[in-house]
T-cell receptor
């Protein structure tokens, strides 16, 4: 089946630093999504991207849909302690069972105050 | 405005016991999903239901059964629990399979099988 490679697996950063993570696939997607999971909770949608080359922001978060449609990037600027959690990328194609989301394995972010 | 509600939040089972994890959504979504999350493995799809009356296997269906009771409810059953089924289970829903707006997740059920 389709696989997503998400990197890095984990990050330990100082408060105020910027963060970058990415996701790559061997196949193309029509949609890329980024989720955040806080401890003890389910994943929550942060950003959705629908067009190759699209750059979308949500506060301090910026995500990009790669031009090849096989990758996506998430950047967090000026990190704060509440950014702690696991960030998942997900790719999707439309229609039937192929429309199910394919998830990366997550990037665990730790922020030191 | 609860979204996706899962019960119970925590459960400890003995090997061989059975149990059903409950999930309900109040967003009038057509599609529902069950995932398990294990350290370093991400989210793996167990079963999904594209619409009321249909269910399909996902990536890791062995040892599980599901029932789409009605449009709101989708349950996951472990008939004979095994230690390998120790995990955190998430239910999710979407407007339809392939909806470009992603899934809404519940807060999870943490299951330990001893």
């Amino acid at each position: 089946g389709q696989q997503l490679n998400q990197s890095p697996q984990s990050m330990f950063i100082q408060e105020g630093e910027d963060v970058s993570m990415n996701c790559t696939s061997s196949s193309i997607f029509n949609t890329w999504l980024w989720y955040k999971q806080e401890p003890g909770e389910g994943p929550v949608l942060l950003i959705a991207l629908y067009k190759a080359g699209e750059l979308t922001s949500n506060g301090r978060l910026t995500a990009q849909f790669g031009i090849t449609r096989k990758d996506s990037f998430l950047n967090i600027s000026a990190s704060i302690p509440s950014d702690v959690g696991i960030y998942f990328c997900a790719g999707q194609n439309y229609g039937g069972s192929q429309g199910n989301l394919i998830f990366g394995k997550g990037t665990k972010l730790s922020v030191k105050p | 405005n609860a979204g996706v509600t899962q019960t119970p939040k925590f459960q400890v089972l003995k090997t061989g016991q059975s149990m059903t994890l409950q999930c309900a959504q109040d967003m009038n979504h057509n599609s529902m999903y069950w995932y398990r999350q294990d350290p370093g493995m991400g989210l793996r799809l167990i079963y999904y239901s594209a619409s009321e009356g249909t269910t399909d296997k996902g990536e890791v269906p062995n040892g599980y059964n599901v029932s789409r009771l009605n449009k709101r409810e989708f349950s996951l059953r472990l008939e004979s629990a095994a230690p390998s089924q120790t995990s955190v289970y998430f239910c999710a829903s979407s407007a339809r399979t392939g909806s470009p707006y992603g899934y809404t997740f519940g807060s999870g059920t943490r299951l330990t099988v001893v």
